[in-house]
Every structure is written in structure tokens, then in C-alpha cells.
């Protein structure tokens, strides 16, 4: 099953939650949607299963006009964010909930559907908490029931709204691969909302940035993290240096100063320079692409995290391996291994 | 100097140092001792004065001539007819709020649109319009001289002093209840069950019954309940619109008080009395339901 919107355009009052978003997602793919609160992710989400209607534009289902259908009639499993588990039905309601309310006509018999209940619970691992309501169990628990009732109902396509948000941070860690596996195991053509980086990153087959209702970029996770097509994507992924530099005559200056930036093709005026933390290279005063004195150093781990006061002024804060230490007082050059410069 | 004072003076005045610094520490933790006597007498006494022995007097005046007097009085065609009309404009407007204040609920908790606080205000109206204006409101409505008096009699129908009017007025004064009850319940617990019952391939009807009511059903029986009790104990709007036709539009409580009028005092308070029980049942059957509204919810999301 393919996916396919359109120039959606969606507002909600005065704030424009979606300003025409294209997207198309092939068969058997598991697509992450990420971008921070309020950028239209979640409201995507919901138009395709029917939960919201757009202002304008298409949505299409396997090739077909999703838009003349409700989200009852749109045979889509929906994940909630707060699992939205009916309270007062047992964990096997729950779960049987969408084969009970099938029409008559082609509703299974009772054995069909405790079996498949049954097979469902074996799915996602927790046949054993059949009985139990949904108070009675823990976070991760829920939402793994949350999909087992979503998958009963054989989903054309599966849509799961920030489903480990709720969660904390070892039981989101499980789930990921846990959510990987699974997708592999039925490959149901699915999108995933996240604002956490590192879930989309990590089991998306592909990924949608998103800003202020727009789509920021589409690509795989490494493409989004190594070639990021803008400011923003570059700012939102990963950990980096942000510099506000001028560009001029094929010169990058950083205020007066002029950088030994290569700043070919760029446009002229006024732009940022991202570095990836840990892509600024540490040497001895006087080598490198700019100087500065070191003022911290905490030590995570393999790295140690250093804030530097630029000749310049700016302060930025770097990742070097802890092979050499670095101490506060340091003076030190630095080189961007890599780096980008983005107008605007 | 210390080194000097004996060790028992030493004791005796440690100890009674530390009686000294619990005393002021239990003055800072509550308030001091006299002042806490005080309030909770204060508030026992206001309380026995104006509430358990009104309720008393009511049952020792009943039981004043013996209970076969109290049984005759209650068995009394007059009493009878005001306990079957009590019941009867009860039932009714009891269940026209359940429906009008489940669907009130439902479009304040689960839609969004404009002029809803107007309407939230709207639902507020019958507890802030003293109830004899509600009553005044049907009669200039339905009243020979109101706006539909000259229809109604064309097409011979009786609303004022007949039992429609009653129930209109009762359901008036009553609609706050289920609909105060289930509001802030509903909003709580927002749409995304339904949005689930829905994206699963329930009907709009499905899920109302099997999604919807299960979820709120304390709740509204939460309302229904306080609606019941001010139905049957409602005066000021009934007596308005009632017409007071003994044996044909005397609700209890009117009949309490032409009873009383009437120096039929055992009579009176016996009636009363059946109001009064219906108050503790009410009562019970309340803080029961508050537990379970309570308990039975699950807060962690």
C-alpha cells in the first residue's frame, strides 16, 4: 500500500498547521515524520487516517482518493501518543474491540476471533496479561496492546502518533527495536511521528523533517544527518555549532575577521556556518580556522564537551576525544573537519 | 559556668527544654490548641443547629401522634395522589435531562466551536434565576394571557396547572445537574477513545454505547441523582405553575405546606418525612458514587 498527499494545506484558526506538503511513501516502508511540537506532523498524521480534514489538498491511499472516506471506512491502524486503551474493556476487548464491530455480514465467529485475539497477543509478546484492565499495566505494556488492537483489525496502512513519547527513556530504547523487528516481521506500510532524533534515526527507513508546516527535507537517516539540505535540518539534527558569518566575493568572514572557508557557489550576505560539534578539530594555539580560550571542560564518557570563547567573541561549545586533555585557560586553534554554510 | 551545675539539674532542665521546643515546634506545625477547640465547636454547633435538628424535629413531629397516626396521614388519597405526581414529573424530567444533558455534555466537551462559553453559561442559567421567575416564565409563555395561551386553548391542550407544566418547569430548574456532572468528566477524558473506537471500524452509535457511556456512566448517574432529589423537593417554580388542584397538581412539597396551613401538622411533617428519607438516601448513595468516581478512574497517563 502506497500513501501518497498532496499540497495539503491545514490551519487551525490563525496558525497554519500544514502549508502544502507533498509526500510519498512506498510500499512496505517505515517512514519517520520528524520536527519539533506545532510542526504539522501530527496533524499530517491525522489527515491521513481521517481523524482531521484538510483545507486543501489531495490524500491518497494505494492510489486512491482517501478523502471520500472517513476514518472508519479507511481500514487504518491508528497509534495514540496516551495509548487511548478503553478503559473499562480487558485487555482481550481491547485488543478483539475492531473485529467485534465489524459489520454483520463479515464479522468472524466467536473461535476465529479469540484465536486471533490470542495470536495477536503472542505478536507483541503479552498473552499472559489477557484478563488485566488497562490501569493494570505499565506504559510500555499499553502501548504494545495499543498495536496489537490496531493490527487485529488487518490495517492497510499503520500510523503511530509519537507512540513512545510517554514513556521513559530505557522502555523507548526497547521498543524502537522491538518496533523494528516487528515492522520487518509484517511490513505494513507504516509512518511514525517523533520529535526524538535519534528514534527516527534509528528506525526509520526513511525520513521527513518538518518545520512550520513545511517539509524541511526527505532522506535517509544518513542523508538527513551527513547532507542536511538546510539550516534548520542541520540545527534540529544533531548536535551543532551555529555561527553567524558573512559571505563576500567568494570570502567567508566571521565579523571582520575572513575564514580560510572554501565559499564557493555561495551566495553573497549575510549566513550561518554549521559545524557538528564533534567535527571541530582541537590543535595548538595558532593552527586551525579560528582561535579561542577555553573555558570548561566536562568529560561525558568517551568525550570531553569544551565551551571556547572565540577570539571573535562567540562562545561555542565543542566534542573532542579525551586523547589530549584539554584544560580551562587553554588556548587552542580549531578546524572544522566539515562544515556548511546556509544562507540567510 | 556548665562545667559546675550537677547532673541532675542538667537533666531536669534538658527535658524540660525539649517539652519547650516540641510545644513551639506544634505551634508552628497547626495552629495553637484553644483556637483549633474553637473552630471545630463552632462549626458542630452551626451544624447541629441548622441541620441534624431541623431533620430531627421533622421525624419527632411526624411520630408526634404515633406511627398509625403517621401511617394514616400518608395513606390519605390526598397524599397519595402528591406522592404518584411527585414520582411521575420526577421520572420525566429526570430522563428529558439525561438526554438533553448528555448531548449538552457531549457538544461542550468533544467539539469546538464558537459561542460555547455562551452556552456553558446558558447551562448555568437555571441555578442563578431564582426558581418562582422560572415558574412566572412558563405561565407568561403558556398562561391564557401568554404567547401560546391562545393556541393551546384553541387545540384544547392544558399545560399550565396540568402535570406538562409541572414537568416543564421541574426539568427547568433541574438541567444543570446532569450536564455540571458530566462537562468537566468528559473533558477530562478528551476524544481519543472514540478516535480509536472510530479508526477501528465502530459506527458513531457503536461507540457511544460501548466506547462513550461505559466511560462516564458514574458520572452520569452522579447526576442523575442530585437531579432526582431537587425534581421531587422542588417548591418555587412548581407552586407557581401548579395551580394547587388538591389531589390532582400537589407535589409533595406543596402539599407540605397547605398542610401545614391547614394546622394538620402530623400530616405535614409526615410527608416531610418522606423527603427528609429521601434526602439521606440521596446523601449515601452520593458520597458511594464520588468513591467510585474517585477510585475508579486511572490519573496516570
Same mark, same amino acid.
Given at each position: 500500500?502506497?500513501?501518497?498527499?498532496?499540497?495539503?494545506?491545514?490551519?487551525?484558526?490563525?496558525?497554519?498547521?500544514?502549508?502544502?506538503?507533498?509526500?510519498?511513501?512506498?510500499?512496505?516502508?517505515?517512514?519517520?515524520?520528524?520536527?519539533?511540537?506545532?510542526?504539522?506532523?501530527?496533524?499530517?498524521?491525522?489527515?491521513?487516517?481521517?481523524?482531521?480534514w484538510p483545507d486543501a489538498g489531495e490524500v491518497l491511499i494505494n492510489g486512491e482518493d482517501a478523502l471520500t472516506h472517513g476514518a472508519r471506512e479507511r481500514h487504518v491502524g491508528f497509534v495514540f501518543q496516551h495509548y487511548a486503551l478503553f478503559r473499562h474493556m480487558s485487555v482481550f476487548e481491547n485488543v478483539a474491540f475492531g473485529l467485534r464491530v465489524q459489520p454483520r455480514a463479515i464479522r468472524k465467529d466467536e473461535t476465529t476471533i479469540r484465536a486471533r485475539v490470542k495470536e495477536l497477543l503472542d505478536l507483541v509478546q503479552l498473552d499472559w496479561l489477557a484478563d488485566r484492565y488497562p490501569n493494570q499495566l505499565s506504559g510500555g505494556q499499553r502501548q504494545r496492546i495499543a498495536l496489537a488492537r490496531a493490527l487485529?483489525?488487518?490495517?492497510?496502512?499503520?500510523?503511530?502518533?509519537?507512540?513512545?513519547?510517554?514513556?521513559?527513556?530505557?522502555?523507548?530504547?526497547?521498543?524502537?527495536?522491538?518496533?523494528?523487528?516487528?515492522?520487518?516481521?509484517?511490513?505494513?506500510?507504516?509512518?511514525?511521528?517523533?520529535?526524538?532524533?535519534?528514534?527516527?534515526?534509528?528506525?526509520?527507513?526513511?525520513?521527513?523533517?518538518?518545520?512550520?508546516?513545511?517539509?524541511?527535507?526527505?532522506?535517509?537517516?544518513?542523508?538527513?544527518?551527513?547532507?542536511?539540505?538546510?539550516?534548520?535540518?542541520?540545527?534540529?539534527?544533531?548536535?551543532?555549532?551555529?555561527?553567524?558569518?558573512?559571505?563576500?566575493?567568494?570570502?567567508?568572514?566571521?565579523?571582520?575577521?575572513?575564514?580560510?572557508?572554501?565559499?564557493?557557489?555561495?551566495?553573497?550576505?549575510?549566513?550561518?556556518?554549521?559545524?557538528?560539534?564533534?567535527?571541530?578539530?582541537?590543535?595548538?594555539?595558532?593552527?586551525?580556522?579560528?582561535?579561542?580560550?577555553?573555558?570548561?571542560?566536562?568529560?561525558?564518557?568517551?568525550?570531553?564537551?569544551?565551551?571556547?570563547?572565540?577570539?571573535?567573541?562567540?562562545?561555542?561549545?565543542?566534542?573532542?576525544?579525551?586523547?589530549?586533555?584539554?584544560?580551562?585557560?587553554?588556548?587552542?586553534?580549531?578546524e572544522p573537519r566539515r562544515y556548511r554554510i546556509f544562507a540567510g | 559556668m556548665a562545667m559546675q551545675i550537677s547532673d541532675s539539674a542538667m537533666l531536669a532542665t534538658s527535658g524540660a527544654? /525539649?517539652?519547650?521546643?516540641? &510545644?513551639?515546634?506544634?505551634?508552628?506545625? =497547626?495552629? +495553637?490548641?484553644?483556637? #483549633?477547640?474553637? $473552630?471545630?465547636?463552632?462549626?458542630?454547633?452551626?451544624?447541629?443547629?441548622?441541620?441534624?435538628?431541623?431533620?430531627?424535629l421533622v421525624f419527632a413531629q411526624a411520630f408526634s401522634k404515633g406511627f398509625m397516626a403517621y401511617v394514616t396521614a400518608l395513606a390519605e388519597p390526598e397524599a397519595l395522589a402528591a406522592i404518584k405526581l411527585t414520582l411521575l414529573v420526577a421520572a420525566i424530567s429526570v430522563t428529558l435531562n439525561l438526554v438533553f444533558g448528555l448531548v449538552a455534555a457531549w457538544a461542550v466537551a468533544k467539539f469546538e466551536f464558537s459561542g460555547k462559553t455562551f452556552l456553558i453559561t446558558l447551562i448555568d442559567l437555571p441555578f442563578s434565576v431564582s426558581p418562582v421567575i422560572s415558574g412566572l416564565v412558563?405561565?407568561?409563555?403558556?398562561?391564557?394571557?401568554?404567547?401560546?395561551?391562545?393556541?393551546?386553548?384553541?387545540?384544547?391542550?392544558?399545560?399550565?396547572? /396540568?402535570?406538562?407544566?409541572? &414537568?416543564?418547569?421541574?426539568?427547568?430548574? =433541574?438541567? +444543570?445537574?446532569?450536564? #455540571?456532572?458530566? $462537562?468537566?468528566?468528559?473533558?477530562?477524558?478528551?476524544?481519543?477513545?472514540?478516535?480509536?473506537?472510530?479508526?477501528?471500524?465502530?459506527?458513531?452509535?457503536?461507540?457511544?454505547?460501548?466506547?462513550?457511556?461505559?466511560?462516564?456512566k458514574w458520572g452520569l448517574l452522579y447526576g442523575v441523582l442530585l437531579c432526582n432529589a431537587r425534581a421531587m423537593g422542588e417548591f418555587g417554580a412548581v407552586s407557581v405553575v401548579s395551580g394547587h388542584i388538591r389531589g390532582e397538581t400537589n407535589t409533595m412539597p406543596l402539599l407540605v405546606e397547605i398542610l401545614y396551613d391547614e394546622y394538620q401538622f402530623v400530616a405535614a411533617f409526615a410527608i416531610a418525612s418522606l423527603l427528609a428519607m429521601l434526602a439521606l438516601i440521596t446523601l449515601v448513595a452520593k458520597t458511594i458514587l464520588e468513591r467510585r468516581l474517585d477510585g475508579g478512574e486511572d490519573r496516570d497517563h
Open positions: 500500500m502506497t500513501i501518497e498527499v498532496r499540497k495539503l494545506v491545514k490551519t487551525f484558526g490563525s496558525f497554519k498547521a500544514l502549508d502544502g506538503v507533498d509526500l510519498k511513501v512506498d510500499s512496505g516502508e517505515l517512514l519517520a515524520l520528524l520536527g519539533p511540537s506545532g510542526s504539522g506532523k501530527t496533524t499530517l498524521l491525522r489527515i491521513v487516517a481521517g481523524l482531521d487485529a483489525i488487518e490495517p492497510r496502512i499503520l500510523l503511530l502518533d509519537e507512540p513512545f513519547g510517554a514513556l521513559d527513556a530505557k522502555v523507548r530504547k526497547e521498543l524502537r527495536k522491538w518496533l523494528r523487528s516487528l515492522h520487518h516481521e509484517i511490513n505494513v506500510t507504516s509512518i511514525f511521528v517523533t520529535h526524538d532524533q535519534e528514534e527516527a534515526l534509528e528506525v526509520a527507513n526513511r525520513v521527513v523533517v518538518m518545520d512550520k508546516g513545511r517539509i524541511e527535507q526527505i532522506g535517509s537517516p544518513d542523508d538527513v544527518y551527513e547532507t542536511p539540505a538546510t539550516a534548520f535540518v542541520h540545527g534540529f539534527i544533531g548536535e551543532s555549532i551555529e555561527l553567524p558569518v558573512q559571505v563576500a566575493d567568494g570570502v567567508v568572514r566571521l565579523g571582520e575577521r575572513p575564514l580560510p572557508l572554501k565559499a564557493e557557489g555561495l551566495a553573497s550576505g549575510a549566513s550561518k556556518l554549521f559545524v557538528r560539534r564533534h567535527d571541530m578539530l582541537v590543535g595548538p594555539a595558532g593552527s586551525g580556522a579560528f582561535e579561542g580560550a577555553v573555558q570548561h571542560v566536562r568529560n561525558f564518557g568517551p568525550v570531553q564537551r569544551a565551551e571556547v570563547a572565540l577570539s571573535g567573541g562567540e562562545t561555542i561549545e565543542i566534542d573532542a576525544p579525551r586523547d589530549r586533555e584539554l584544560r580551562a585557560g587553554d588556548t587552542v586553534g580549531l | 527544654k /525539649a517539652r519547650a521546643r516540641a &510545644a513551639a515546634l506544634e505551634n508552628i506545625r =497547626t495552629e +495553637p490548641a484553644a483556637v #483549633r477547640i474553637a $473552630i471545630i465547636t463552632l462549626a458542630v454547633s452551626f451544624l447541629t443547629i441548622f441541620v441534624v435538628l431541623p431533620l430531627v412558563f405561565v407568561l409563555l403558556f398562561g391564557a394571557q401568554g404567547y401560546f395561551g391562545g393556541w393551546l386553548r384553541d387545540h384544547d391542550i392544558q399545560i399550565l396547572f /396540568a402535570v406538562p407544566g409541572i &414537568a416543564l418547569a421541574t426539568t427547568f430548574v =433541574t438541567f +444543570p445537574f446532569v450536564a #455540571r456532572a458530566l $462537562i468537566p468528566l468528559m473533558q477530562e477524558q478528551g476524544t481519543q477513545e472514540e478516535e480509536a473506537a472510530i479508526s477501528l471500524g465502530a459506527s458513531g452509535l457503536r461507540t457511544f454505547f460501548r466506547v462513550t457511556l461505559p466511560n462516564i
